[in-house]
C-alpha cells in the first residue's frame, strides 16, 4: 500500500504512474483533472477534492471514497461495482450510465446529478440525498433507502412493494405510478408528494407516515392501514370535508 498526502494532481500520466496494488490518496487536490478512461485495481480516496473532474469511462474493481467533494464532476458510464463510497458530495454531477450496483453510497449527497440510466441495483442508499434528481430510469431494485432523502426528486414508475420503510423523506416527489404495496412507513414523509390512480398503496401501513397535502385520494388504497388524524387529512385535502371521530358510544 502506498499512501500520498497533500498532492495536487490533475494530469492523467501523472496518477497513472502512482497507481501501484493499493494508492491511497489523501486531502489531495484533483480539481479539473482529466482522468478519462482510468482502470485500477484498487483505489482509495480520503478527504480529497475533485471539482469538475472527468472520471468519465473510469473502471475500478475495488473502490474506497470517504468525505471527498466531486461536485460538478463528471463520472459518465463508471464501473465501480461493490464500491465503498461514504460521505461524499456528488452534487450537480453528471453521472450518465454509472454502474455502481451492488455498493454502499451512505450519507452522500446527489442533490441535483443526472443519474439517467445509472445502475443502482441492490445498493445501500442509507442516509443519502437525491434532491431533484430524476431516477425515473435508474436502476433501484433492492436498494436500501433507509433515511434516504428524495424530495423533489422523480421516483416515477419504481416499486417498493413489500419493503419496510424508515426515515424516508418523499416530500413534493413525483410518485406516479409507484407501488408502495404491503409497505410499512415508519417516520416516513409523504407532504406534497405527487400521486395518481396509477400509484399503489394498497395494504401499506400509512401510520408511520406524514401525508399532509399528498393528495392520497387519488392513488389506491385498497386495504390501506391509516390513522383517523390521516383519514381527515385526506379527506380535507381530496374535497373539504373534514372527518370528525364520533365517541359518544364509547
Known amino acids: 500500500m502506498t499512501i500520498y498526502e497533500n498532492l495536487t494532481i490533475t494530469d492523467g500520466d501523472q496518477l497513472y504512474d502512482m497507481l501501484g496494488d493499493e494508492a491511497v490518496f489523501r486531502n489531495c487536490d484533483f480539481d479539473g483533472a482529466d482522468f478519462e478512461g482510468l482502470e485500477a485495481d484498487a483505489l482509495v480516496i480520503e478527504d480529497c477534492t475533485l471539482r469538475r473532474a472527468n472520471l468519465s469511462n473510469l473502471l475500478c474493481h475495488e ?62 442508499l442509507t442516509g443519502s440525498r437525491f434532491r431533484g434528481v430524476d431516477l425515473s430510469t435508474v436502476r433501484l431494485e433492492g436498494a436500501s433507502i433507509e433515511r434516504a432523502d428524495f424530495s423533489l426528486a422523480s421516483l416515477r414508475g419504481h416499486s417498493f412493494r413489500g419493503q419496510k420503510l424508515v426515515g424516508v423523506n418523499f416530500t413534493e416527489a413525483d410518485l406516479e405510478g409507484c407501488d408502495f404495496s404491503d409497505v410499512v412507513f415508519e417516520g416516513c414523509h409523504l407532504s406534497g408528494a405527487y400521486l395518481s390512480e396509477r400509484t399503489r398503496f394498497d395494504r401499506a401501513d400509512l401510520r408511520g407516515s406524514f401525508v399532509s397535502g399528498a393528495h392520497l385520494v387519488k392513488a389506491s388504497l385498497v386495504g390501506a392501514i391509516m390513522l383517523p388524524s390521516q383519514v381527515n387529512t385526506m379527506v380535507f385535502d381530496g374535497f373539504g370535508i373534514v372527518v370528525f371521530m364520533d365517541d359518544r358510544d364509547d
Open 63 to 124: 473502490l474506497h471514497m470517504k468525505d471527498s467533494i466531486l461536485e460538478d464532476s463528471a463520472l459518465n458510464s463508471m464501473e465501480a461495482h461493490e464500491a465503498e463510497i461514504t460521505g461524499c458530495s456528488f452534487t450537480s454531477a453528471r453521472m450518465l450510465k454509472a454502474s455502481l450496483n451492488l455498493s454502499r453510497l451512505t450519507d452522500c449527497d446527489f442533490s441535483g446529478a443526472d443519474l439517467d440510466g445509472a445502475n443502482l441495483f441492490g445498493a445501500n
